[in-house]
């Protein structure tokens, strides 16, 4: 999926997304990927993807946070701008495989379902995550991927070209994904979320 279709596609999904991707099963598991995480007024955090503010919406004390926060879509951005307008949050537009922050700047990134929607998860977005990840760094992703050392079914192969179309990927390997960065990284968990253990909660500390 290209960029132009990608920001089409968002903003066609902007008006809904918080009604399918923020309630019932979805907001469970986001509250499952949160409830055991906190954070301090001395870090400095990154929210990679934050679409319409869902996961913001539950970070506690995050009025007293540094928190920067990066969309593609402008259309889900100004979402989760009206949503935390009172807060100090930093919203920006940007591209999560080419981020134009220096290397080393936070101290937690967070990345919700981020990995499954980019063109091209490992060599741009995750690597791109890991270069602005401070040494000893935390961080969070959660996404779904597919099943750990196991192909995709026959029905997931077949259905997956039309679920790209839609604007996200049913068929990343994060094993493979995460090979290349094993010496320079350490999980520290890796939770079966949703879904039988197709939505992941991946935490990852940078050596």
Not at 10 to 21: A, E, L, Q, T
Request: glycine share 4%.
């Amino acid at each position: 999926m290209n960029q132009r279709w990608k920001r089409v596609i968002y903003k066609v999904w902007s008006p809904v997304y918080d009604k399918i991707f923020n309630s019932g099963k979805f907001l469970t598991s986001r509250m499952k990927v949160f409830e055991q995480e906190s954070f301090t007024i001395d870090q400095k955090i990154l929210f990679v993807g934050v679409g319409t503010g869902a996961d913001l919406e539950l970070i506690v004390g995050k009025e007293q946070l540094d928190i920067t926060a990066i969309d593609y879509s402008e259309a889900m951005l100004n979402k989760a701008r009206e949503k935390f307008k009172e807060t100090t949050i930093q919203f920006l537009q940007m591209d999560a495989q080419h981020m134009s922050f220096p290397n080393h700047q936070f101290d937690v990134i967070v990345s919700s379902l981020v990995l499954s929607v980019v063109p091209n998860p490992q060599q741009c977005c995750f690597r791109e995550m890991l270069r602005t990840l401070k040494p000893n760094g935390t961080l969070i992703i959660f996404d779904k991927f597919s099943p750990k050392g196991q192909q995709l079914s026959l029905m997931k192969r077949m259905i997956r070209p039309l679920i790209k179309l839609l604007g996200t990927d049913i068929g990343i390997n994060f094993e493979k994904l995460y090979e290349p960065f094993r010496e320079e990284l350490s999980i520290m968990e890796d939770s079966a979320i949703m879904l039988q253990g197709m939505y992941r909660k991946i935490k990852i500390k940078n050596k």
